[in-house]
């Protein structure tokens, strides 16, 4: 096959299993020679199999660790795109309303009119609190000031109207927010199958900088904003997958690692993220400006 994102030809077939189930199904992606995105050589039929309603990301998580993340994203964002409570907020992907909820808290939205802020998620149960709602299909009726697509953009069968659809629904002078797991990097590289942002198969197509890049000045956007990031558990997790260890428990956040390595591994970590070789890139996504 050639790449879907590119036309490129394989450079590499990289093979993994699913890493939320105990099945032995094997999953192949392909690994683009041109822009190094790694894609799922066959997409599955039924998508909607792989995510139950016990899937991790529908279940509000009341983990203490969890909430000051939502808050600190929420409370970044409104600093980052000038948020007030009369923005209108789409959280892309959502899976629930843990993160729109932060939003709220953290002044966006006004009692009476939170309508301007949704969730999409395609799987997910649709839940509605206080007027802030996950839906199962884009939204028609409303435009948003700020979109957060947060490690969804590897879900999605076609990467292309995935930009296409966001950047629709974005105000003139709006921004977007992507989050994404990077292929060209150092635990990518390294891990490869066993790698946890490859999490076959729901990552469909698990793009470098480079394929999103072209991906978005096609669709009529620009790139602003890089941030590269890497996270010494991802490193953890996807050794202990490799090892055939249960990677998921509670325990597997530590994984017996000493304080020393821990601190070794966040100094290592850090210093991927400054070379761009964390295995996570978020950017900021505008619509061109029209000449």
């Known amino acids: 096959m050639n790449c879907r ?41 039924d998508m909607g199999q792989f995510y139950k309603s016990d899937y991790y990301s529908y279940t509000e998580n009341p983990d203490n660790m969890k909430k000051t993340n939502d808050t600190f994203i929420a409370k970044s964002m409104i600093t980052k795109f000038n948020l007030t409570e009369k ?3 789409l959280d892309y992907g959502a899976g629930n309303l843990q993160l729109l ?5 953290n002044g966006c939205g006004v009692d009476g009119e939170l309508y301007r802020l949704r969730g999409y998620d395609k799987y997910a149960p649709e839940v509605n609190w206080k007027g802030i709602k996950i839906q199962n299909t884009l939204p ?26 966001l950047l629709s629904l ?5 921004g977007i927010r992507l989050a994404m797991p990077n292929a ?4 990518a590289r390294l891990f490869k199958g066993n790698w946890t942002g490859i999490d076959g198969p729901r990552h469909l197509h698990i793009l470098t900088p480079k394929a999103l890049k072209l991906i978005v000045n096609e669709c009529g956007g620009d790139v602003v904003d890089e941030e590269y990031q890497c996270i010494w558990l991802e490193y953890v997790f996807s050794k202990a997958f490799k090892e055939g260890r249960n990677w998921r428990t509670k325990d597997a956040y530590f994984m017996g690692v000493k304080q020393d390595d821990r601190v070794r591994f966040s100094h290592f970590c850090n210093t991927l993220a400054e070379l761009k070789d964390g295995d996570g890139f978020n950017c900021t996504i505008i619509k061109k400006a029209v000449k």
Not at 17 to 33: I, L
Not at 101 to 105: G, I, Q
Not at 140 to 163: G, Q
Not at 184 to 187: A, G, K, P, W
Request: aromatic share 10%; proline share 2%.
């Open 170 to 174: 974005l105000t003139s002078g709006g």
């Open 5 to 45: 994102i590119c036309g490129g030809a394989v450079r590499e077939t990289i093979q993994t299993r699913d890493m939320m189930a105990d099945n032995k199904n094997k999953y192949f992606y392909e690994v683009c020679s041109d822009c190094g995105a790694w894609q799922i050589d066959k997409i599955p039929e």
């Open 87 to 89: 923005s209108s907020i």
């Open 184 to 187: 060209d990097s150092y635990c």
């Open 101 to 105: 909820k932060a939003f709220y808290e």
């Open 140 to 165: 028609t009726d409303i435009k948003f000031d700020f979109i957060l697509s947060k490690h969804t953009i590897e879900h999605e069968t076609d990467p292309r109207e995935h930009i296409k659809n």
